[in-house]
């Protein structure tokens, strides 16, 4: 075969190929906007990409919670039985530490001073 009849032989490969291609797209609608369509492909895809990137930090921050663990929980104010009194302004705390912590912020006594204190707000 000459190389004039294999390019002929390849050009009618290359337009039966075409041809079947053709045959599978659907029909040009002269009625149809397909630029219009085109554009609302592109906006609803474009919608989908953000719902999928919000879902996708959500997801993040659901494994992140899960795999810190829980806070503890602590006691309300209400639940926690308040013992120890200041002597200088009779406010009451749920623990020594609370007390003592108090003492060294509101009142300028040292640290012996606020135990005497506790000592004396227990006796009866």
Do not use: W
Request: charged share 30%; proline share 2%.
């Amino acid at each position: 075969m000459s190389q004039e009849e294999l390019q002929n032989e390849n050009i009618n490969k290359i337009i039966t190929i075409i041809n079947k291609a053709i045959k599978k797209c659907p029909l040009y609608e002269q009625q149809q906007n397909y630029l219009l369509e085109s554009r609302k492909i592109v906006l609803f895809n474009e919608a989908l990409k953000d719902q999928i990137s919000k879902c996708q930090d959500e997801i993040r921050l659901l494994q992140k919670e899960l795999a810190q663990p829980s806070k503890k929980l602590r006691r309300k104010a209400i639940e926690i039985s308040k013992k120890y009194k200041c002597s200088n302004c009779e406010k009451n705390y749920g623990s020594e530490a609370s007390l003592n912590l108090h003492c060294k912020i509101k009142h300028t006594f040292s640290e012996t001073d606020s135990k005497t204190q506790i000592d004396h707000s227990f006796q009866i």
